[in-house]
């Protein structure tokens, strides 16, 4: 427009002005629209908005950057227990504080987890619009409203309790005690025991006790492809739940879950649910009452594999883990199990599932591993305004997470060893388990935990009665592999370094 600069510099004011004048014109319409598109209107009575190096876009950067440790430095930075994340369109609410956790906890239908795991569940299943029109209807569960996801959730805590919960637990136990016998057998072979990888081990154990439990006879996790495409859909959890094509962004991903849905469908097909727990026939009860159709009944079971193995195989090894790579801890561990249940504990044996629950240090310290190691956020969504606490303002479509960590390691409430793993912190009496999110809360809290408590305190205990482990590493020691806390799908780390080790028999290695 401008052709010529000089006109500029030599002194036409009035040009320069017109100039200055379109171009601030120019800027404050650009920031009218972008604001408009990014901005949001704020409210005194949210909490605290933090603010960000970039306008706008500064806390999405620290979060892709830095995943669920930019609120933890945010948290430490501020000092807050509960701030606001503006976001392009929308604001996060971040909650690092138990009492404000018990608050949304109450508030279970206003601030809800229901809605969250519908949203998810089409993008990460694959199920049909029908379905997902089924499933998010009522998701929140308003009261006295037909509801998919509540009554699922009913369900599934029916079946987890009583004598489903034990015979779910045998049945796991039976699976794990074939191989433990094969262990010994290898550990006593004349070559000497095999090495195995730590991480890949305890996955594998742990896996096939807990879907023996669960599937019965007909269990499709028994076939390798299928467990492990379990672990690489994991991996994708983001992928799937970005919306890109698969066949451009996540074709490794997509492989493994139709690998598992296959499976899943043969397993319907074969009416192999007629032998499996409770919970398979429970669950699988309420989406045929709800119509959904038997291929997206497969759908769905293929992911609850979430919920039922992703937590509780990290929490498996990081229990071995910290018992045998600490030799005091050990010997009080064995002293402890042996007592109550026989140098030569059989999972066979129905007395020992019971006499491990009564372990009090063993307890102890699977419920440390979940504080110590754990990762993830519970994330929840606002469905209607509500004012948090008596003090809080929490926005409609807003989200709420409450990072793991910030409760877990808060001195207030663990003491100035917060952020050390203490075997014995969770013996009676020596804390306050109030701010202990290892399986949540309220409503939400996790209908497995005593099932996977179960599994892990009996294998452990047999473990550690019968073996020692040689670690094949260049320390030769249980070096800490280190915390990979990249999966979306878990609230307990995985080992980020995998490593060998060797079974040894103890009455061998004592001759
Ligand atoms: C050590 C193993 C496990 C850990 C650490 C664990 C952890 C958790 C946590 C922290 C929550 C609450 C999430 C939130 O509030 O945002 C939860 C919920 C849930 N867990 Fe587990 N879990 C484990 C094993 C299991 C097993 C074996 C099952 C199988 C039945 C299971 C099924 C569920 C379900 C269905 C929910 C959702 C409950 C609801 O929305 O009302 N979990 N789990």
Redesign the pocket.
Known sequence: MYSNPTALLSGDHSILTQYALSTILMLGLLFLIVDRILGIKRSDAEPHFLPSGVPYIGHVIGIIRRGVDYYDEMTAKHGKLIYSLAMPGGRLYVVNSSEHMKSIEKAYREIS??FI?ASFSKRLSGISNASDRVLKANAEGVKGEASLVVDG?KA?HAA?GGQDLHDMVERGLQRAARILEELESDADSASGPASHCLWSWTQHVFSLA?SSAVYGPGNPYEDLAVEQGLYQFEDSTMLFLSGLPHQMFNRKGFAARETIVRAFTRFFADKSDEQASQ?VKNRAEVLRRYGIPENDVARFETVNGF??LL??LP?AYWTIWHIFSDCTLLDTVREEAQAALGADASLKDKRCVDAAQQLPLLNSVMHEV?RYNTTGA??RRVMKDHVLSGQFLLKKDSYCLVPNKGIHFNTDQWGVNARSFQPDRFLKGKTNRESF????GG???????A??ARLILTIVAALVLRFDIEPCTESGMLDHPGHDESSMAI??ARPARKYRVKFVRRARREE
């Open positions: 987890f229901w795991e959730m599934t987890m807990t919970l919920g039922i937590n509780l929490t979940l519970a994330v999110r290892g399986f949540g409503v939400n809290a996790c209908p497995g935990k099932f996977a609230v307990v």
